[in-house]
């Protein structure tokens, strides 16, 4: 395939492309897309379906089985959509370096296919990010590709967490309808929509309490906050190992957590709206007055720490996504971005990585591929 370059795949991305929708195989290093030629197979589409997501060197050679004509090869060379990852030197099998990074020297991870914070913010080649992967094509809506995609598990996770970036961080069409604009939330609105709820039930709590003791639970509350915060992250937006293999499932994960790791530099998608929010609000108003029950005020100022804390969460993800920042938010900035292109199995802090370290999820750099705990 003279004058093309093309990327590299690793060898469990060629293996969940097994299905009638999206049909890989190998010769060697080579990876073909054979998709459109499934019910073209003389023999039937079954045939194929039995290799999909394997390497047909053997079968291709097994006079046995069947001659393959020089038609068949033709089909093969026309099909080439890249190569297979040598896991050994980080190279393909063409010789070239990997796509995503490797021009500084640096390697790509290999579930992301990026190296670098910067990688997250070029621009996907759409159509060819189509023709490769069959996922989701940014140029339609999103939630509908998702709902009747008829994705698996595991393909699904395996793209979804491989970045993409659009039209130089314009928001992707999500529903394409009337319900397009309640998609996007500009970061601003967050503290205008919950600091004064926030300030008044502080206001509300001081009639019961005294200044140091309203700060004790204020402050409480924002230390409540950070296992919250750590919590849902890790166990709600990943919950990738128990995510159920089924579109409802699939989708859900989307819409709350993976469409942020599919296009992580989208502005308007990255704070979290304020009436899904809010869904969340309640029960932890519940959750806070069933701690403390003794006292109403205890509990109110407790609750406006942690929502406080939402607050600066929520602003802290937007300006470590886009904004230059101070020394001490820089290294956030820096650990939250290999959350994105180099081990989102790790790093789930968003505002301190103080239970990363408890708990053992901490970013380990260079070395991709590192499992939480």
């Known amino acids: 395939m003279p004058g093309r370059t093309l990327p590299t795949f690793t060898l469990a991305e060629v293996e969940s492309h097994n299905t009638k929708k999206s049909c890989y195989v190998t010769v060697g290093k080579n990876v073909y897309d054979v998709t459109d030629f499934v019910d073209a197979h003389p023999g039937g589409g079954d045939l194929v379906l039995d290799y999909a997501g394997k390497d047909i060197t053997d079968i291709l050679k097994d ?41 500084n020297g640096t390697n790509a991870h290999p579930r992301t296919g990026m190296s670098c914070e910067e990688d997250l913010s070029k621009d996907t080649d759409i159509a060819s990010d189509y023709k490769t992967h069959k996922f989701l094509d940014l ?3 999103l939630f509908p590709q998702v709902w009747f995609g ?34 996007k939330t500009p970061w601003w609105l967050i503290p205008v929509f919950w600091l004064p709820p926030v300030t008044y039930g502080l ?30 992250h890790r166990f709600l937006f990943h919950l990738d190992e128990w995510l159920p293999d089924n579109r409802v499932g699939i ?41 403390f029950f003794w006292d109403w005020n205890i509990a109110t100022a407790v609750y406006c720490g942690g929502m406080f804390g939402y607050i600066c969460y929520d602003l ?37 990585p103080f239970w990363d370290k408890v708990f053992g999820t901490e970013l380990s750099g260079p070395k991709p591929g590192k499992k939480a705990n």
């Open 316 to 352: 802290t993800h937007y300006f470590l996504h886009h904004q230059n920042l101070p020394l001490w938010y820089k290294q956030l900035k820096k650990l939250h971005l290999e959350h994105h292109f180099l081990d989102y199995e790790n790093g789930f802090g968003v505002t301190s």
């Open 63 to 103: 006079e046995a089985s069947h001659t393959h004509s020089e038609a068949a090869y033709e089909v093969l060379d026309d099909s080439l959509v890249g190569f297979l990852e040598d896991a050994s030197n980080g190279t393909s099998a063409n010789g070239k370096a990997k796509a995503n990074g490797l021009a």
């Open 150 to 183: 008829g994705f698996s598990k595991d393909f699904y996770l395996d793209q979804v967490h491989r970045p993409r970036h659009y039209k130089g961080g314009a928001s992707a069409p999500l529903f394409g309808n009337f319900l397009e604009p309640l998609s």
């Open 139 to 141: 140029n339609r809506p």
């Open 203 to 232: 206001y509300l709590a001081s009639s019961g309490l005294t200044v140091p003791g309203e700060v004790a639970c204020f402050l409480g509350g924002l230390g409540f906050w950070s296992i919250i915060e750590y919590g849902m």
């Open 251 to 291: 989708t859900l994960h989307f819409t709350l957590h993976g469409i942020h790791h599919y296009l992580p530099m989208d502005k308007y998608r990255l704070v979290m709206p304020p009436a899904l929010f809010l869904a969340l609000a309640i029960p932890f108003w519940k959750l806070a007055h069933t701690i």
